[in-house]
T-cell receptor, first 114, second 109 residues
Framework: EAGVTQFPSHSVIEKGQTVTLRCDPISGHDNLYWYRRVMGKEIKFLLHFVKESKQDESGMPNNRFLAERTGGTYSTLKVQPAELEDSGVYFC????????????FGPGTRLTVL | AQRVTQPEKLLSVFKGAPVELKCNYSYSGSPELFWYVQYSRQRLQLLLRHISRESIKGFTADLNKGETSFHLKKPFAQEEDSAMYYCALKGGSARQLTFGSGTQLTVLP
């Protein structure tokens, strides 16, 4: 079974440009999470989907970030316009319905904003 | 607010030596604590969780509510244990994880 997949693995863009990151969770997992690790800092929660609904987006840094989860399947995270401080590694994780279930992480997308 | 602190960014030990990675947390209720590990060129994966009370790859961690700690221990480190280790907390009804800043463990031959 394929795990959580993320695309692209790396992205290098210039300040002011737009980037869209994609996450495909494990099939059947209702919960999908986005996290990010900026340089030298801890991994921080961005938001949580349950199926297609945003359950908690308290970690989204500002309105330049927009997340969607079409039909409760894959999710996209768009940054528009990108700023230098957005550079980091963006992780996606998914888990089944129960609160006690493990979150399975994707390999991450490394975003560099120049 | 909930917070996880890992005081050591880097930790080096020799093969066969005991290792302890420290984790302290701040949370007003009863949290669920985890250790995640990321080996070189691999994805983040769950190592163990306190409610399971099990040993994985020789590692154990005990939740000490009095000291608000969840230190990860292994009596005899192996070179393949070299990795980045993250302590994480999940509190109350929230589903998301709060991570510490991580400890890079290097086991020297």
């Amino acid at each position: 079974e394929a795990g959580v997949t993320q695309f692209p693995s790396h992205s290098v863009i210039e300040k002011g440009q737009t980037v869209t990151l994609r996450c495909d969770p494990i099939s059947g997992h209702d919960n999908l999470y986005w996290y990010r690790r900026v340089m030298g800092k801890e991994i921080k929660f961005l938001l949580h989907f349950v199926k297609e609904s945003k359950q908690d987006e308290s970690g989204m840094p500002n309105n330049r970030f927009l997340a969607e989860r079409t039909g409760g399947t894959y999710s996209t995270l768009k940054v528009q316009p990108a700023e230098l401080e957005d550079s980091g590694v963006y992780f996606c994780a998914s888990s089944p319905s129960s609160i006690y279930n493990e979150q399975f992480f994707g390999p991450g997308t490394r975003l560099t904003v120049l | 607010a909930q917070r996880v602190t890992q005081p050591e960014k880097l930790l080096s030990v020799f093969k066969g030596a005991p290792v302890e990675l420290k984790c302290n947390y701040s949370y007003s209720g009863s949290p669920e604590l985890f250790w995640y590990v990321q080996y070189s060129r691999q994805r983040l994966q769950l190592l163990l969780r306190h409610i399971s009370r099990e040993s994985i790859k020789g590692f154990t961690a005990d939740l000490n509510k009095g000291e608000t700690s969840f230190h990860l221990k292994k009596p005899f480190a192996q070179e393949e244990d070299s990795a980045m280790y993250y302590c994480a907390l999940k509190g109350g009804s929230a589903r998301q994880l709060t991570f510490g800043s991580g400890t890079q463990l290097t086991v020297l031959p």
